[in-house]
């Protein structure tokens, strides 16, 4: 898990969720010819977080961007072909199905989660691109995903520095840097 993911899977826990990163995705043969990658090793999901009280699973695409133009809307949408590749769960639909199949087949098959689960996309974004956000946001509400924006991760990492002391990095420097 790289460091953006750590914080995003804080900003998670925060909320109730339990977070695993990097989770590889089994996928056959076949389905890798379906989405158009046959030579493709396993999808991963940057994180999975599942919030128990909910039952709800999210699969989680994580993009910082904090040193570039930010996540842009032409690259949601699969406008613009190019930066569509870095978000082939919310731009692949058949990537989508597959990989969000095989995931609860195994988290089912696992005791991990439920049959009765709900599945939900998610993007944590560092930065988004200029004026993009609110027509992202909108994008996302009407297929019923969630935009975890800038300043919700931002708010979520200063609350840490009023917690009770926690050997963790993420609520470390969010003390060193409120206090």
């Known amino acids: 898990m790289d460091a953006f993911e750590s914080i995003v899977a804080t900003y998670f826990e925060e909320k109730g969720y339990w977070v695993r ?9 076949e389905d890798k010819r379906k989405i158009g990658t046959h030579s493709m090793p396993r999808p991963e999901i940057d994180l999975v977080a599942f919030n128990p009280e909910n039952n709800e699973l999210l699969l989680v695409e994580v993009k ?3 040193d570039s ?3 842009k809307y032409s690259g949601i949408t699969g406008e613009n072909k190019k930066d569509a590749k870095r978000y ?9 199905k597959i ?16 049959k009765d689960t ?5 993007l944590a974004a560092g930065n988004i691109y200029s004026n993009d956000e609110s027509k992202i946001e909108l994008v ?4 019923g995903w969630l935009l975890v924006k800038p300043d919700d991760i931002k708010n979520t990492i200063r609350g840490l520095s009023e917690k009770g002391w926690e050997d963790n990095a993420v609520t470390i420097t969010a003390k060193l840097i409120m206090k």
């Open 21 to 29: 990163g990097s989770v590889k995705v089994i996928i056959s043969k």
């Open 64 to 66: 910082s961007f904090l």
């Open 69 to 71: 133009y930010g996540v």
């Open 88 to 96: 082939k769960l919310f731009t692949n639909e058949e990537f989508r």
């Open 99 to 114: 990989v969000t199949r095989e995931l609860k087949k195994n988290y089912i098959s696992n005791g991990l989660i439920k």
């Open 118 to 122: 709900k599945i939900k996309y998610c």
């Open 140 to 143: 996302f509400k009407k297929k």
